[in-house]
RNA sequence: CGGGGUGUGGCGCAGUUGGCUAGCGCGCUACGUUCGGGACGUAGAGGCCGAAGGUUCGAGUCCUUUCACCCCGACCA
């Protein structure tokens, strides 16, 4: 059983999956790997859903829906994503069961052995890209540009709530181009819609850069990314987008004919998020007290507590509360009135910071008397009294003040703990505490795996944009094109 | 899959070299007093101690087997 840690310095790994349990966000399933998202946690998923899905659709993509089971064969087509993928599979051998001869349990029926085992999809591109041989015939059928809301299943032989569960809830694009070029586009396009998403609705910084060979997605010819950190400076990939070339489109033999009659196969991308960002989200902003989200995902971004003795108090309170509720719910904020008798406030106060709900107001007889609030902002801790009138606007603004505030903590955090660093020395001993290291590597595969077995650090991302200086590699001292984003990761 | 750890009311834990009706805190139920930062009193309910074998007059405690979960690695979104 989990040991009760509520203090990230004490250690952040209990203390992030505590908090997961204690907040009521998720909880470990009788099922190996697997969790249940409860109720708060799920909404916090569904306010993430809303606002990605209506992105996806401002950048015209579609949603559709492909099978849960994917033929074995399917899967064989496309080599190195076999290769990535077959290792972590739940696999469907059959499909009956029959009563044991004592007639008290139940077992597989050995008759009923498929033909073609079924695979539980890790992802979907060999069953989606199968589907789109019939769906793409001319360049007329192109851009070909879907989404699936979806769960997926990765047998991971070690898992973490929301982190790394055997079983995860995800999106993922695929689209289908007529040339490289416009595939490319796509891919940096989605990537943006990431970054796009983190920045303003999470209130995440990240960095957004391109994998090097060893973490590429097994069947990509170029895997983007953003990544995050976290509170205590290991980064975590938030967010990916891939350029997979031609590679699938020849597995699975998806050819257009073009303008002028020759076939081509065609170009795709996919790109995914998923509830990992949950996790993300928890160690980008969260203290000692509980959650701290951010008002534009927060299941709840108003509570009112009505501080009352006795039920005289209660009713001539409940009037106030529901005047405010109102007003602000004309404005759009999501609000809930807590008047359960039973529970003193200071405990309703704790168990709303718990949750991170962002703002809180307390309306008491001296409140009612001086015609005032009480506003109590989460992420500072701090509380203020103001006058009723015009409420709404108030919260409003501090609203959007705690959703900027937020991001700007974090991007503080980001930047103090990113180092530009020259020496391999240095960087073993700074690396110990975490963080960014911005530093050069010669781009082989070799040095990066030996950085990584004697660090425990990897090459998260080349950085896109920023300065191109050139320099030479930390460790062997050949030349390097650009400094490269180095950490530790989750 | 390697190393370490833990399984005892809903949750968190104690339980000594085997010994008597298995305890504590939180939570829960009832009543009362409280109520502007996690209240208090009184009275209750709730557990065949992860599972299966074994040793013993006697097992939460010792032995064997097994299952589950957690932490650190390796692998990964």
Not at 118 to 140: A, D, G, H
Not at 370 to 379: F, K, L, M, P, S
Not at 437 to 466: M, N, Q, S
Request: net charge negative; with cysteine.
């Amino acid at each position: 059983m989990a040991k009760e840690v509520t203090s990230r310095a004490e250690n952040f790994s209990l203390w992030y999956n505590n908090l997961v349990l204690k907040a009521g966000l998720a909880e470990n399933s009788a099922v190996r790997g697997c969790m249940v998202i409860k109720p708060y946690g799920y909404s916090l998923w569904e306010n993430m859903q809303s606002a990605l899905d209506k992105m996806f659709k401002d950048t015209g993509h579609v949603n559709a829906y492909f099978p849960l089971f994917i033929p074995k064969s399917f899967l064989a087509k496309e080599a190195e994503h076999v290769e990535g993928f077959a290792k972590e599979c739940a696999v469907v051998t059959h499909y009956r069961l029959r009563n044991t001869a004592d007639g008290k349990s139940l077992e597989v029926d050995p008759e009923a052995r498929l033909e073609e085992e079924l695979i539980v999809r890790p992802t979907s591109e060999t069953i989606i890209w199968n589907t789109y041989k019939n769906w793409i015939q001319s360049y007329r059928d192109l851009p070909l540009l879907c989404n699936q809301w979806a769960n997926v299943v990765r047998w991971e032989m070690r898992t973490r709530l929301f982190l790394r569960t055997a079983e995860f809830l995800w999106q993922e694009g695929h689209t289908a181009h007529a040339t490289r070029k416009e595939a490319v586009e796509e891919a940096v396009k989605m990537l943006g819609v990431y970054e796009d998403f983190a920045r303003n609705w999470l209130a995440i910084p990240v960095i957004t850069g391109v994998k090097t060979a060893s973490e590429r997605f097994a069947g990509a010819v170029d895997t983007y990314c953003i990544e995050a950190m976290m509170q205590d400076g290991k980064a975590l990939q938030a967010g990916t987008s891939h350029f997979l070339g031609q590679n699938f489109a020849r597995a699975f033999d998806v050819k257009f004919a073009s303008k002028d009659g020759v076939l081509d196969y065609v170009w795709a991308t996919s790109w995914g998020v998923s509830t990992r960002l949950i996790g993300a989200l928890i160690m980008a902003h969260s203290d000692d007290n509980g959650l701290v989200l951010p008002p534009k995902v927060a299941p709840l971004q108003v509570v009112i507590i009505p501080i009352f003795k006795g039920e005289e108090e209660l009713q001539q309170m409940r009037a106030h509360c529901e005047t405010i509720k109102s007003s602000l719910q004309k404005s759009g904020i999501s609000v809930k009135i807590d008047d359960r008798d039973n529970l003193r406030s200071g405990f309703k106060f704790a168990e709303y910071e718990l949750q991170g709900v962002p703002v809180r107001l307390a309306i008491g007889p001296r409140d009612i008397k001086n015609g005032t609030v009480e506003v109590a902002r989460r992420d500072t801790l701090t509380k203020e009294i103001v006058s009723q009138e015009n409420i709404e606007q108030h919260v409003s603004s501090l609203l959007a003040d705690i959703q900027s505030n937020m991001y700007n903590k974090a991007l503080k955090f980001r930047e103090e703990h990113t180092y530009t660093v020259d020496s391999y020395d240095e960087f073993k001993e700074k690396i110990e505490n975490g963080g960014f290291f911005l530093a050069h590597w010669d781009g082989t595969a070799e040095t990066e795996a030996l950085i990584k077995e004697e660090t425990k650090a990897t090459v998260r991302c080349i950085p896109i944009g920023g300065d191109r200086e050139t320099g030479k590699c930390m460790l062997t001292g050949k030349p390097s094109s650009q400094r490269v984003v180095f950490a530790r990761n989750y």
